[in-house]
T-cell receptor
Framework: DSGVTQTPKHLITATGQRVTLRCSPRSGDLSVYWYQQSLDQGLQFLIQYYNGEERAKGNILERFSAQQFPDLHSELNLSSLELGDSALYFC??????FGTGGSPLHFGNGTRLTVT | AQSVSQHNHHVILSEAASLELGCNYSYGGTVNLFWYVQYPGQHLQLLLKYFSGDPLVKGIKGFEAEFIKSKFSFNLRKPSVQWSDTAEYFCAVIGNAGNMLTFGGGTRLMVKP
């Protein structure tokens, strides 16, 4: 158990809909990262938050947004969903953020999103 | 921009065979390197990491990796694999000036009993 909790585990929704994925980091971790894993794109970094502030942005679509709350949990919002958004979405957390000794990421079990 | 290449997409080995998975990265400065493993249906777990010092890094479950700076490589090795090593393995890199952990495409390892 990595200590990172993601809910829900599975999500099935229709095209055009909006969903929210939730992540609780490990106790003491201030950074939260979101990754998308799909068969054709592999593991793609989406976005990172550190102590409530956005720190890094990767290949995140404009239809997607995220935030980190004062209690450090994070939510990833996906809107106007398309079939191609079907993927496994991982959340990870770490003590520091990239560039400060490269503190390792600890991953959650992921949320499997299926868009029909 | 930094990038990571894992040239072996699928590897099939018999138990007790030796394993070496290739990882090459592209980045001009100091790097931190990682290997993660994803067992079927599970989350990614850290196998080992290199920040500095001895380029031969030992991780969990008998895995080790060697950082060769001149070759921009960080290959993963295990002398004798077990059926339970069946998983997908990801190499990842972050440069010291970067703010993003970049993963390679992964290598699926199947160990036949």
């Amino acid at each position: 158990d990595s200590g990172v909790t993601q809910t829900p585990k599975h999500l099935i929704t229709a095209t055009g809909q909006r969903v929210t994925l939730r992540c609780s980091p490990r106790s003491g971790d201030l950074s939260v990262y979101w990754y998308q894993q799909s068969l054709d794109q592999g593991l793609q970094f989406l976005i990172q938050y550190y102590n409530g502030e956005e720190r890094a942005k990767g290949n995140i679509l404009e239809r997607f947004s995220a935030q980190q709350f004062p209690d450090l949990h994070s939510e990833l919002n996906l809107s106007s969903l398309e079939l191609g958004d079907s993927a496994l979405y991982f959340c990870a957390s770490s003590v520091g953020w990239f560039g400060t000794g490269g503190s390792p990421l600890h991953f959650g079990n992921g949320t499997r999103l299926t868009v029909t | 921009a930094q990038s990571v290449s894992q040239h072996n997409h699928h590897v099939i080995l018999s138990e007790a065979a030796s394993l070496e998975l290739g990882c090459n990265y592209s980045y001009g400065g100091t790097v931190n390197l990682f290997w993660y493993v994803q067992y079927p249906g599970q989350h990614l777990q850290l196998l080992l990491k290199y920040f500095s010092g001895d380029p031969l890094v030992k991780g969990i479950k008998g895995f080790e990796a060697e950082f060769i700076k001149s070759k921009f490589s960080f290959n993963l090795r295990k002398p004798s694999v077990q059926w339970s090593d069946t998983a997908e393995y990801f190499c990842a890199v972050i440069g010291n000036a970067g703010n993003m952990l970049t993963f390679g495409g992964g290598t699926r390892l199947m160990v036949k009993p």
